[in-house]
């Protein structure tokens, strides 16, 4: 199977792991990003935050609930960031064009339902960006970590 990751980036797989579509498995997910990255436990809580909104997003809305797709995540680091990829197999959707940002300054009652989730990705990472491969959406996430 192909890596996630370029070849040659200067960036060294960490994690590449496959779970079904199903929300009850994100916990073994979560427990393998804290052990390939022990030494950033607040990355590591920011990342598990990240791929909880996205993946449980693709599950329920990209995929429908149905529990028989994979989804893809490869974790590599660098001396200067870590790259989160996500792959699923849904119908083309780049959340971070499509979901309006939310206005976090109005009133409960005068707010859109929904983008809270895509808004705390983008708090949360340096760098995030959505495409669509041909065979699936990829999207990734870049946080630049302290010298």
Same mark, same amino acid.
């Given at each position: 199977?192909?890596?996630?990751?370029?070849?040659?980036?200067?960036?060294?797989?960490?994690?590449?792991?496959?779970?079904?579509?199903?929300?009850?498995?994100?916990?073994?997910?979560? &427990?393998?990003?804290? =052990?390939?990255? /022990?030494?950033? !436990?607040?990355? @590591?809580?920011? +990342?598990?935050?990240?791929?909880?909104? %996205?993946?449980?997003?693709?599950?329920?809305?990209?995929?429908?609930?149905?529990?028989?797709?994979?989804?893809?995540?490869?974790?590599?680091?660098?001396?200067?960031?870590?790259?989160? &990829?996500?792959?699923? =197999?849904?119908? /083309?959707?780049? !959340?971070?064009? @499509?979901?309006? +940002?939310?206005?976090?300054?109005?009133? %409960?009652?005068?707010?859109?339902?929904?983008?809270?989730?895509?808004?705390?990705?983008?708090?949360?990472?340096?760098?995030?960006?959505?495409?669509?491969?041909?065979?699936?959406?990829?999207?990734?996430?870049?946080?630049?970590?302290?010298?």
């Amino acid at each position: 199977m192909q890596t996630l990751i370029a070849p040659d980036s200067g960036k060294k797989l960490l994690l590449d792991y496959t779970m079904p579509s199903q929300v009850v498995m994100f916990g073994i997910l979560a &427990v393998s990003v804290e =052990d390939v990255i /022990p030494d950033l !436990p607040e990355i @590591a809580f920011s +990342t598990n935050l990240c791929l909880e909104e %996205l993946i449980t997003n693709t599950i329920q809305h990209g995929l429908g609930n149905a529990p028989d797709h994979a989804i893809r995540i490869c974790i590599s680091r660098s001396a200067d960031c870590l790259e989160i &990829v996500v792959k699923d =197999d849904a119908p /083309p959707f780049d !959340p971070f064009n @499509a979901v309006p +940002t939310p206005n976090t300054h109005a009133d %409960l009652e005068e707010r859109e339902i929904g983008g809270l989730g895509v808004h705390l990705v983008r708090s949360l990472m340096d760098e995030v960006w959505a495409t669509y491969d041909g065979t699936g959406n990829l999207i990734t996430l870049k946080k630049m970590l302290q010298q």
